[in-house]
């Protein structure tokens, strides 16, 4: 069934990029719409059954030791069911605009839609660095051939930030490969293993620890980003088409976040109580100093980008608490972090088409012209600022609770993210909707019904889980019992 | 040794057809007698075969496992350029047969490296791989570039080939003998003088960094591979590069494997140097040949780690599949590299400005060959880079780190063609006008690749 939900994309993808159908952009929401419905069952028959059932294991490299292995527990699950639930929405948003090569960037989605769900189900190492990878190459075409201005060095910097520090984790992962298996084994018996609880089951000393984690480390900061790796991100976002920034925001960063959870601190818990308090910090800088260039940004598009930034500073210094609240806390407020900034992002690319621009100063007064909008951005933007009973504020809460009880102090500071986050936003929403309307904005025409659904969906999304948080906490529960069990710091 | 013997008979065919001027016979003799060959060699890996035409002869030879898988590697890849000869080739006319001809002696060449088991015939196997390529180097008479790189390729190599005899006969003096068995011996149990025999390694290790183009013994590299017509340039950075590596390990496996506490700090400084230097000098290139050269001086930087490696499990099944998944990205690169250059008359990475809009099945072949060769997942560059990595880490951590970064390096200057294809807006896509035969080997080629990122284990456990 895992299986399925990774082939699906990307079987749709090359079909579409191969056979380069007239009708590709329905094609491809289509196999999203799919592997959405696929993906719903396969909660049901997880909360029935347990993930066992649901797992694929075949081997892919036996002597290496690498195999092909997928499997779902609550935690991938729960990042599955993102990457699946924004899919179509993400396909459909790309609807506005048409782009020339269609085939090309519609193939390339679903590409890296399959290479997200690989990412989030693999059980074995090298496949995660694999899948880690694969998503790059065509994030990277869809946002060098169909991206903005100065979209080739752009994404150079990207690409290539991206690939180092992933490169540092495929040495860690090597390294403790190589450690994996028994040292008095036999010369025919296969010595070393990728899978996570082979990987996991390696003990390290502090030091070598020490050097595993970073190496980690350094590529899931540049991945998420936090501070100070997060330099390719405003320009990438800006630059990017919006369907490649709501890939981007929407599900690729919680990659990283995902690795920091499965990957870095199971395999290296002994580096923990060195490294957490740099590592806290500097999501905790990252929150504030990602918040007060938000508050300067006149660029909608890349005001939205350094508060995903900030947003993500906050999540990362929960699960770096690796308390029950905080990481609970970080998986629910990925959740919504995807839904609210792919909102976001939205309204933004929605407004950019219609008045040309991306300046809050030439916006104003949208509200008397687009009511629809206006409602629907409101509500989207306070889950954004995790008002109560909006999804935002859960997430908040448990983070908040679960830094706090990790390090007064910095609960402390990571809380200020709540009034600079109220800051932008409000001062973003009220510079866009609100005050007088200039000539463009006067004939703002309101939402179409795709506009609508797509909005309407996630507005929805932004109420439900607001009112019923329980829906995805309950989902993840066991795993992250699991995970904080199996992990001894 | 069947598929020695076949190439040895279909060479003498071609040359003898080589009368008749006409350009499909020729093609057919030799790809028949390749892929004959090829086939040959196959079935010999499958079968595990190393007895009957295999077995020592006079003590020279040894076709084993090792020898056989890195020969059917050096067999796809001539099958591959022979397949793109036919277009390839179409300014040569009256010395065709002899082109022909000396390909396949050189690949007879280095079959004899592959499977050597006494120096003699590694100097033999090196002499026979690269006199015809001395030639094939200059086979454009009238052009100047072509007879430069001839010159330099036979001048340097003459020398290099020099300090190789000086090295050999070091070691005899040495250890008594010219065996590998009985040269790992003598070393093994001490009875050598040991300053001969550590100044005949070092000179040996000179003789074949210049074949392989290792840093600092690179130079002719870049400005030979750049002047040589183009298809001899994919046969030089693929085959020859492939025998010289296979012809290290060897060497070095079987007999200097118990001095590499001499050998091996050394061989990782050249190791470093080589990986580093050519890929920050690849960075500067506007010429794709010489930015090739540059790339596959890099890779022999990576492939040295095979060499850091032996005694570990799995370095000569590392060292096979990358030496193959490089050999097929190199070629269908350069396939893609002769149509756009050749018939729009430009030798730099701005010929390929918007080619993906008229050709998107030649981009995508071109884009497929870069990431190969950068190594990213989930192409079988990839596996071969990762397999490589792991077998050296345990001895040499730093080296590996600077070979991730390396490798991250090279990634700049392999984007440059994809970003002409793809993200160049206002260009007109070049014209080009692809021939049956190009088709056939490119498509081969990615089905090879996609193989090879299916199942690596089958490559890499071979040997």
């Known amino acids: 069934m895992s299986l399925l939900l990774l082939l699906i994309p990307l079987i749709a993808a090359g079909f579409v990029l191969v056979a380069r159908p007239s009708n590709g952009r329905q094609i491809a929401l289509l196999f999203t719409l799919a592997n959405l419905a696929l993906t719903a069952y396969v909660v049901m028959a997880f909360q029935s059954g347990g993930g066992e059932a649901l797992a694929f ?265 690796w308390n029950k609240t905080g990481v609970q806390g970080s998986l629910i407020q990925m959740f919504n972090h995807g839904i609210n900034v792919v909102g976001l992002f939205f309204v933004a ?89 200039n000539e463009a904005t006067a004939q703002f025409a309101d939402l179409d019904t795709r506009e609508l659904t797509i909005l309407g969906v996630l507005a929805f999304l932004v109420l439900v889980l607001g009112f019923f948080p329980q829906t995805i906490l309950g989902l993840t529960d066991q795993s992250v019992n699991a995970i904080l069990g199996a992990v001894q710091i | ?63 084993d496992q090792y020898a056989l898988a890195f020969s059917a590697v050096v067999l796809i890849g001539t099958v591959l350029i022979l397949g793109l000869s036919g277009w390839g080739f179409r300014a040569l006319t009256d010395t065709l047969g002899d082109n022909y001809g000396l390909i396949l002696f050189s690949l007879c060449g280095a079959l004899c490296m592959f499977s050597f088991t006494n120096m003699v015939m590694l100097f033999l196997g090196i002499e026979i791989l690269s006199i015809p390529m001395y030639v094939m180097a200059g086979s454009r008479r009238d052009e100047p570039e072509s007879n430069e790189a001839a010159l330099k390729y036979f001048l340097m190599g003459a020398f290099a080939t020099g300090f190789l005899l000086f090295g050999i006969a070091l070691v005899y003096g040495a250890t008594a003998s010219f065996d590998m068995q009985v040269i790992a011996r003598a070393i093994a149990e001490g009875k050598h003088s040991l300053g001969m025999l550590h100044m005949g390694i070092l ?35 693929t085959v020859v590069k492939t025998a010289g590596f296979a012809a290290l390990y060897r060497l070095f496996s079987s007999a200097f494997v118990d001095a590499i506490d001499f050998w091996g700090i050394t061989v990782a400084a050249i190791a470093a140097l080589t990986m580093t230097l050519a890929n920050v000098t690849a960075l500067f290139q506007t010429n794709f040949k010489r930015m090739m050269a540059y790339s596959s001086i890099s890779h022999a930087g990576y492939l040295l780690l095979a060499v850091l490696a032996i005694g570990q499990a799995g370095s000569a099944g590392a060292m096979l599949l990358y030496t193959l998944s490089y050999s097929i990205a190199t070629i269908c690169a350069f396939a893609v590299y002769i149509l756009v250059a050749e018939q729009n008359n430009n030798a730099t990475i701005d010929a390929f400005n918007g080619l993906s809009k008229k050709e998107p099945f030649l981009a995508a072949v071109m884009v497929i060959s870069m990431l190969s060769l950068a190594g990213i997942p989930p192409t079988a560059g990839f596996f071969g880079k990762y397999f490589l990595f792991t077998a050296a880490f345990e001895r040499y951590p730093w080296l590996i780190g600077l070979a991730v970064i390396n490798s991250a390096v090279s990634i700049y200057y392999y984007f440059k063609v994809i970003i002409a294809m793809y993200f160049v807006r206002d260009e007109a896509s070049p014209v080009v006008v692809t021939p049956v035969g190009f088709k056939w080997v490119v498509a081969g080629g990615l089905v090879l690749i996609a193989l090879l990122t299916l199942a690596p284990g089958s490559v890499y456990g071979l040997i």
């Not at chain 1, 997430?395 to 986050?421: D, K, P, Q, R, S």
């Open chain 1, 57 to 321: 294991r075949t081997p892919w490299v036996p002597n290496a030791g690498i195999s092909f292995s997928l499997s779902l527990d609550g935690i991938s699950l729960l990042l599955v069911v993102l990457t699946n639930l924004l899919a179509p929405i993400i396909v459909l948003s790309s609807f506005g605009r048409t782009y020339e090569h269609e085939n090309r960037y519609y193939g390339m989605v679903l590409m890296m839609l399959g290479a997200l769900n690989g990412v989030f189900m693999a059980e074995d190492g090298l496949l995660f660095y694999v899948f880690y990878e694969l998503a790059l190459i065509p994030i990277y075409f869809i946002c060098a051939i169909w991206g903005g201005q100065d979209r080739i060095r752009v994404t150079l910097k990207f690409f290539i930030y991206t690939f180092i520090g992933s490169l540092f984790m495929l040495m860690s992962l090597i390294y403790v490969y190589l450690q994996t298996g028994d040292p008095l084994a036999g010369n025919d018996v296969i010595r070393h293993s990728f899978l996570w609880r082979d990987l996991v089951a390696v003990p390290l000393s502090p030091s070598t620890a020490w050097w595993v984690m970073l190496g980690f480390f350094v590529a899931f900061a540049v991945k998420m980003p936090i501070f100070p790796f997060h330099t390719w991100q405003p320009d990438t976002y800006t630059t990017a088409p919006t369907g490649g920034t709501m890939l981007l925001s929407g599900i690729m960063l919680k990659m990283g976040v995902y690795g920091v959870i499965r990957w870095m601190v199971p395999l290296a818990p002994e580096a923990m109580h060195t490294l957490v308090p740099t590592f806290m910090t500097l999501a905790v800088v990252g929150i504030v100093y990602a918040s007060i260039i938000a508050v300067k940004q006149s660029d909608f598009k890349r005001l939205i980008a350094y508060s995903s930034i900030a947003h993500v500073g906050l999540i990362a210094a929960g699960v770096f608490a």
């Open chain 2, 203 to 237: 000179l040996m290790l000179v003789g074949l960094s210049f074949k392989v183009s290792a840093v600092p013994f690179h130079f002719w590299a870049p400005d030979v591979y750049t002047g040589s017509p183009n298809l001899v340039t994919a046969f030089m950075s």
């Open chain 1, 349 to 437: 690319d929605l407004i950019e088409r219609r008045l040309g621009t991306r300046s809050l100063a030439d916006m104003g007064g949208i509200a008397k012209s687009a009511p629809r909008l206006a409602t629907l951005f409101m509500i989207i933007m306070l889950g954004a600022v995790a008002v109560p009973l909006t999804n935002g504020f859960p997430g908040e809460f448990l983070l908040l609770n679960g830094i706090w009880n990790y390090n007064a102090w910095m609960g402390a500071v990571a809380g200020l993210t709540i009034i600079f986050g109220a800051v932008y936003m409000l001062r973003a929403y009220g510079l866009a909707m609100f005050g007088e309307p």
């Open chain 2, 1 to 63: 040794m069947k598929a020695l013997l076949i190439l040895f008979f279909t060479a003498i065919a071609v040359l003898f057809a080589g009368l008749s001027k006409n350009r499909k016979t020729l093609q057919t003799i030799a790809l028949a007698g390749s892929i004959l060959a090829l086939l040959a060699t196959g079935i010999d890996l499958m079968l595990g075969d190393t007895t009957g035409l295999n077995e020592h002869y006079a003590t020279m030879f040894r076709f």
